[in-house]
C-alpha cells in the first residue's frame, strides 16, 4: 500500500504558475504509475496528466498541453505537476494518484491509490 499527501495548491492570478508536489511513502514508489486529476465543484473528476513508472514517458490532457508539466523523482518519492499560465478554467481541487498497472489509463478508475487534494484557485 502507498500513502499520498500533496502540496502546493493555493490562490494565484490569471496567468501565473504553481508547482503542486505529491510525496509517496510505503511501498516501492518508482513501481507506480503516477497520475494527477481533478475536480471542480459541480463536475466529474478528471483526468490531467500522468508520467511512467521511469519517468520516460508523459500524458497530458488536450486542455493542459504546453502549459502543465508533470515529472517525478523517484529518490525522493515524489511526482510534481508544474502549472504555467494558469487560467480560471483550472480552478479545482487537483489529486495525485498512484496505478499499479502495466499501462498508462488516464480512466480515474484504474488507479488504487488516492491523496486527500490540494486546492488550486485561479482568479481572473
Known amino acids: 500500500q502507498v500513502q499520498l499527501v500533496e502540496s502546493g495548491g493555493g490562490l494565484v492570478q490569471t496567468g501565473g504558475s504553481l508547482r503542486l508536489s505529491c510525496a509517496a511513502s510505503g511501498r516501492t514508489f518508482s513501481g507506480y504509475i503516477m497520475g494527477w486529476f481533478r475536480q471542480a465543484p459541480g463536475k466529474e473528476r478528471e483526468f490531467v496528466a500522468a508520467i511512467r513508472r521511469s519517468g520516460a514517458r508523459t500524458y497530458y490532457t488536450d486542455s493542459v498541453k504546453g502549459r502543465f508539466t508533470i515529472s517525478r523523482d523517484n529518490a525522493k518519492n515524489t511526482v510534481y505537476l508544474q502549472m504555467n499560465s494558469l487560467k480560471p478554467e483550472d480552478t479545482a481541487a487537483y489529486y495525485c494518484?498512484?496505478?499499479?498497472?502495466?499501462?498508462?489509463?488516464?480512466?480515474?478508475?484504474?488507479?488504487?491509490?488516492w491523496g486527500q487534494g490540494t486546492q488550486v484557485t485561479v482568479s481572473s
Open positions: 494518484a498512484a496505478d499499479t498497472s502495466l499501462y498508462y489509463s488516464s480512466d480515474a478508475s484504474e488507479y488504487d491509490y
